[in-house]
């Protein structure tokens, strides 16, 4: 029997949270890199690119990788002869508290799910998950879980009959459901078997397994790889706009189930997938090795790049199309969910807002913390679709410019149409290389939403791609 102090874990959770939100593991990078080069289409070429300079960027230590730095999300593995001396749900949360804060983190945990929705200010709590083994270590695997990739995961009840078809169709059909919303190329988590509550469970615990590694038994091992080839037929490509490579992998756990039950949960993982382990011994805290590799500094020239300065009139907006690449300069505002149900309020009570949306760009953005002498922390895109609902009233107010990832609701493109606005696609999860361009920031109102304040940003080259434009042209339905 071996004893561990609960401040053991705090200080080996502190650190694993640290090394995962800033360096992105191996595989992940091999991944990112063999994609770059089996991709002959530029503008995904070009988006794998900037992923990659993105990593490249947040190993200096200033940006995390991105600025959705999860809900923390722990599986612990706690030897049948360790002793705990403390509490390890506290320890854990302590860790969580201190890396958040410390190493500035985002804090996206919000206390109550429903009604009140505030924020918990230090991240915390995390989801612990407490498996019991044999041995006399404890065994700690973090995944960093953003909100937009978490968004798109899905259960399935399946029946014994529907078999392989059944799962693999369920799969692909969640990863198509997805499309460009979590940030692809992504990694995608199966788990078949137990129950409703437990498969989801299993999908998450097989997203920590590396890129590559294929399951022990030959015939899931085969449908792992199936799987994969469907998703990657899809042609949904990096963020959504087209290209050879959708996932990475997909890994699959089972688990025993009722005779008459076929569960199937698909936990979906962003191409920021930061996850690690460390483990806790009698005397040493052993951090999981990640060989060194060293990746090529790859250069995308990008010809035609069309340079914008906001405000744009009607006539700047007509006069772009989907599939042009913009560079802008001047001033942007973001606003994610909090904010802009306050900025409908305001305008429903005929309150003045707290800028002129004539003419203007709102950036679906919510950065984390800034360090010292910096501008802003990471500052990359959330998921634009939940916005949709707040489009008519703010296309009405004289906004021309979205700025965001992912696909949009038809009803919102046909109301682009109507106002003569379009919709320019950021690389999600590649927020340390966007928060490059963002020379100033400066929060302008509802500064209690924390990262959900509306911030005065600007910026110099910041460059995006026209994903929707004013005639309901979409890089999202044509997949070019």
Known sequence: MIEVHSEKITEAVKDLILDRSYHLPTDVRCALETAFINEGESLPKYILAECISNFQIADEGQYPLCQDTGTALFFVEIGEDVFVRGNLTDAVNQGVREAYTEGYLRKSQVADPLFDRINTKDNTPAIIYAIFVRGDKIKISFLAKGGGAENC???GMLTPSQGVDGITDFVVETVKKASGKPCPPIIVGVGIGGTADSVGVLAKYALLKKIGQRHPDIRYAKLEEDILQRINSLNI????LGGKTTAFDVHIETAPCHIASMPVGVAINCHSSRHGSVIIGK???IFEKDEKYVTRQLQIKVDNIKKIALPLSLDDVRELSAGDIVSISGTIYTARDAAHKRLLEAI???EKLPFNLQGQAIYYAGPSPNRPGKPIGSCGPTTSIRLDSFSDELLK??????????PRTSQTMELMQKYGAIYLACVGGAAA????????????????LGPEAIHKLAVENFVCIVAVDSFGRSLYTTGK
């Open 237 to 240: 490509g990096a963020q959504g």
């Open 397 to 406: 107010q004289g906004l021309k410019v979205m700025i965001g990832k992912g």
């Open 283 to 285: 005397s040493k805290i």
């Open 348 to 350: 429903k009570n005929n």
């Open 433 to 448: 290389v966007t928060t490059t361009k963002i020379k100033s920031s400066e929060i302008i109102a509802y500064k209690d």
């Open 153 to 155: 995961c899905a259960l």
